[in-house]
């Protein structure tokens, strides 16, 4: 599902205008990259979390050049879902 469906979907379930139903999700969307940035995480009680994962350096290598190059610590954003969630998507109810 793209960004526009998902617009197109909640406007049609809510009522309001597509357009600001876009600027909502944008809005949701911005917020949660905020707050990651800086190191937060968003927690979405029935729906999931947006966490951080840090990443130790590391060493790779280019093979075109079969050299070695040092991967810096970074962190990476992955979403945690609830049991619900899970429980929903894969058909398990309880």
Same mark, same amino acid.
């Given at each position: 599902?793209?960004?526009? /469906? #998902?617009?197109?979907?909640?406007?049609? &379930?809510? =009522?309001? %205008? !597509?357009?600001? $139903?876009?600027?909502?999700?944008? =809005?949701?969307? /911005?917020?949660?990259? @905020?707050?990651?940035?800086? =190191?937060?995480? $968003?927690? #979405?009680? @029935?729906? @999931?979390?947006?966490?951080?994962?840090?990443?130790?350096?590391?060493?790779?290598?280019?093979?075109?050049?079969?050299?070695?190059?040092?991967? !810096?610590?970074?962190?990476? !954003?992955?979403?945690? !879902?609830?049991? /619900?969630?899970?429980? %929903?998507? &894969? =058909? #398990?109810?309880?």
């Amino acid at each position: 599902m793209t960004k526009a /469906e #998902l617009t197109s979907k909640v406007a049609k &379930s809510t =009522g309001l %205008d !597509p357009q600001d $139903v876009l600027q909502v999700i944008e =809005g949701i969307m /911005e917020t949660i990259k @905020g707050s990651l940035a800086k =190191g937060d995480n $968003v927690y #979405l009680r @029935g729906f @999931g979390t947006f966490q951080l994962k840090k990443r130790a350096e590391k060493t790779a290598r280019n093979i075109s050049k079969n050299t070695a190059v040092i991967v !810096p610590e970074h962190n990476i !954003p992955f979403f945690k !879902p609830c049991e /619900e969630f899970k429980d %929903d998507v &894969s =058909g #398990l109810k309880k």
